[in-house]
């Protein structure tokens, strides 16, 4: 940690020696190099240049993939200006999203690029929800063979999907309290409960809309 002190009024000036000292006591804290000959710290700063310059470039690879990604029919919304939002909200705070998207591949091993990108363009959704309309809205991600679909509550935290399973929760405690009381024929003896059907019904038409491929 480099710690900047200004010096008092009663301090006296700093000679030509200390005053060619301060770049190398700079250089050293980031690179453990001191004392060494002109060619050695030219090396090390440029070692240092190369990196910030490498971590800018992976941060604007990162950022302009997300950037094609919600350009792409990969990603789809029910409201058209979630995407104009989001590539807004993307461009301009590009290190934090980078950092997001870091944090998805240090926390999932062997997780794609793109796939951190889509848990990353969900998690900049929720966390900037004032940004957006202020009713429920639905995104969808393209993946092989299908997609993923995701409903945002409205401002207010009302949205279609919590309506679902909250029908099915409550579904399910009444099915559990009849079986305690012994009772038979039963809607779960004939196949899927109404409420998890009404929500495969509902992806499926989204998975439709988006134009993904429903599952098999």
């Known amino acids: 940690m480099l710690i900047l002190q200004q010096a008092s009024p009663s301090t006296t000036a ?12 700079i250089l050293a804290a980031a690179t453990g190099v001191s004392g060494e000959t002109g060619g ?26 997300a950037l094609d ?19 807004k909200l993307i461009a301009e705070n590009g290190e934090e999203f980078a950092a997001k998207v870091q944090a998805e591949q240090s926390k999932n091993a062997g997780i794609t690029l793109e796939n951190a990108i889509v848990n990353a ?5 929720r966390d900037n929800r004032g940004e957006f309309s202020a009713g429920e ?25 919590q309506s679902m399973m909250d029908d099915f ?6 099915l559990l309290s009849a079986r305690q009381s012994g009772e038979t024929g ?20 989204w998975l439709t809309r988006f134009g993904f491929d429903l599952p098999e």
């Open 40 to 65: 050695v710290r030219l090396q090390a700063s440029s070692s240092i240049n190369n990196g910030l310059w490498d971590g800018k470039q992976k941060q604007d690879g990162v950022v302009q993939a």
């Open 121 to 125: 363009i969900g998690t900049t959704i």
């Open 14 to 25: 700093a000679t030509a020696g200390d005053q060619a000292s301060a770049p190398d006591a």
């Open 186 to 205: 039963l809607w779960s003896d004939a196949g899927s409960p109404p409420a998890e059907a009404a929500f495969s019904a509902w992806t499926d038409e």
């Open 137 to 161: 809205f639905v995104v969808g991600f393209k993946f092989t063979g299908g997609g993923m679909i995701e409903n945002i509550a409205d401002i207010n935290g009302n949205s279609t999907y």
């Open 69 to 87: 990604y919600l350009d792409s029919d990969l990603f789809q919304s029910s409201d058209p200006q979630v995407k104009d939002t989001l590539k």
């Open 169 to 174: 929760h409550t579904a399910h405690a009444a």
